[in-house]
Every structure is written in structure tokens, then in C-alpha cells.
């Protein structure tokens, strides 16, 4: 459902107050949920998709029911209907189109309306959104896939895989290595491959 996480109170909150405060054992069965969500990551499987889409579904649910109970804010405003149709069809082409012309086009709107719709109801802009999409799919694939590099940055649409490697490191301060060497760490042993072991893999 594309519209799911428009519907998450939170993700529209002002800036600074999308906090959700969660009491204590409510936190910690919040992280046991998490860490085993990355348990099943390991090894990935081809349903492996529709068993985290669900139980991460399970924890938006829950952690908007509790921000709703704290806040009072039981009536969200309804998506605007441009910008879900935006973040859609970016989904969907971001490896095809980078500029937001494009998009702006296929919407029959102009670029700078875009970009102020999404400001205005998504806390972004237009060429952001796009952006945030190439990493994550480009993160997805690094982690997941056994493509090169090279050839991720081809899937993606950059021609140039030099280009991609800076994009990344611009993006998340890692290159396509240091994401592969995290993940297969992580893989390794989970449960014992520290954070600051991590941050030490990056800068090396």
C-alpha cells in the first residue's frame, strides 16, 4: 500500500515533535521486534519481503495508535492527491528519472508547484524524495544482491559508477564497500559486531 506510511501520524508531525515516547517495557519489546526483523534478514529468502512488510506494518500501527493516545490527534488530514501520486511514480521510475521535470510532466503540473506540494504536505522536496528513494534502493541492493557495483549503478540509471560511488558518499558518508563490508559483518555475527566497530569500518 503506497499510501501506508502517509497515514503514520508521526511522519507529519512539525519538526521536533514526531517523537513517539514509549514507556519502558513497551520500548524494550519495540527493539526485541526490531532485532528479530533483522534476525530474518539473514538468510533472505523470497518471502522473506512479505513477513517484514507485516510485522513492520504491525509496529507503524502500534507506535501511531500510541502517538495518537498522547498527542490526541485522531483526525489526519487526507494525502493530497499530487503528492501521492508523486511519491508513487517515484517508486516506481526513480532509476529511469532523476530531475523532477520529469515527474512534474507526467503529473501535468509545473516543477516549482511540485516542489511546493511537497514541502507543504511532505516536509521535502521534490528532487529529495527522489534522492532518498535512489539510496534506498541502492542500499537495498548492496546489502542483498550479489550485482557489482558497477552494475547496481547501471540498474539505477547513473552511467557512470564513479558517480554513483560519490552520490553515495555525499548521500550516507559510505562508499557501495563500506555497505558491503557492514552487511557482511553484520551477517556474520549480529549480535556482537558493535556500533562502534561499525562507525571504525566506515572510516577505515
Given amino acids: 500500500d503506497p499510501l501506508f506510511l502517509e497515514r503514520m501520524p508521526f511522519f507529519h508531525a512539525a519538526p521536533g515533535g514526531g517523537v513517539v515516547d514509549l514507556p519502558l517495557r513497551s520500548a524494550r519489546a519495540f527493539r526485541k521486534e526490531l ?20 510485522r513492520l506494518y504491525q509496529e507503524l500501527v502500534k507506535l501511531a495508535r500510541r502517538y495518537r493516545t498522547i498527542r490526541g490527534d485522531d483526525d489526519l488530514p487526507a494525502p493530497h492527491p499530487v503528492t501521492s501520486r508523486y511519491r508513487a511514480l517515484v517508486e516506481r521510475n526513480a532509476s529511469r528519472w532523476h530531475g523532477v521535470a520529469e515527474y512534474a510532466r507526467e503529473l501535468a503540473v509545473s516543477p516549482g508547484y511540485l516542489n511546493t506540494l511537497c514541502r507543504r504536505h511532505l516536509g521535502r522536496n521534490a528532487k529529495e524524495l527522489i534522492t532518498h528513494q535512489l539510496v534506498l534502493e541502492a542500499r537495498r541492493q548492496l546489502c542483498y544482491s550479489r550485482r557489482s557495483a558497477a552494475e547496481i549503478a547501471r540498474a539505477l540509471g547513473f552511467k557512470d559508477p564513479s558517480y554513483f560511488s560519490r552520490f553515495l ?22 549480535s556482537r559486531y558493535t556500533r562502534e566497530q561499525l562507525i571504525e569500518t566506515r572510516r577505515a
Avoid: C, K, Y
Fill in 35 to 54: 532485532e528479530g526483523m533483522q534476525h530474518d534478514l539473514h538468510p533472505l529468502r523470497s518471502d522473506t519481503i512479505h513477513l517484514l512488510r507485516a
Fill in 169 to 190: 558518499v555525499q548521500q550516507t558518508g559510505r562508499s557501495p564497500r563500506h555497505f558491503r563490508t557492514e552487511q557482511d559483518l553484520l551477517a556474520r555475527n549480529p
